[in-house]
Nanobody
Framework: VQLQASGGGLVQAGGSLRLSCAASGRTFSSYGMGWFRQAPGKEREFVAGIMWNGGSTAADSVKGRFTISRDNAKNTVYLQMNSLKPEDTALYYC?????????????????WGQGTQVTVSS
């Protein structure tokens, strides 16, 4: 599976962005998918994950603001980000997990995209 993330950019606090992650391969629908982010000087952290059947989970820091979804027909996973805050500024990565057993753990993911930058100004 190859992943291509897009949709990042510069936005003011309170604004919205939608990230997309396009996946290659015919088995996309069976993979768990996740979004992670990494800010300068910080460790990569889990943002949100979604199972093959649409079941999802999100980090407490983004609950109520970010929504993960997927369109298996388009081999694409999305991250809708609303009410953005300066602390959301980071490089955002999408990832694919064949086992989908622990969506919150980066070690569960075998495939990673290249990242897309999100910058939120105050």
């Amino acid at each position: 599976v190859q992943l291509q993330a897009s949709g990042g950019g510069l936005v003011q606090a309170g604004g919205s962005l939608r990230l997309s992650c396009a996946a290659s391969g015919r088995t996309f629908s069976s993979y768990g998918m996740g979004w992670f982010r990494q800010a300068p000087g910080k460790e990569r952290e889990f943002v949100a994950g979604i199972m093959w059947n649409g079941g999802s989970t999100a980090a407490d820091s983004v609950k109520g603001r970010f929504t993960i979804s997927r369109d298996n027909a388009k081999n694409t996973v999305y991250l809708q980000m609303n009410s953005l805050k300066p602390e959301d500024t980071a490089l955002y990565y999408c990832a694919a997990s064949r086992s989908a057993l622990a969506l919150r753990s980066a070690v569960s993911y075998e495939h990673w995209g290249q990242g897309t930058q999100v910058t939120v100004s105050s």
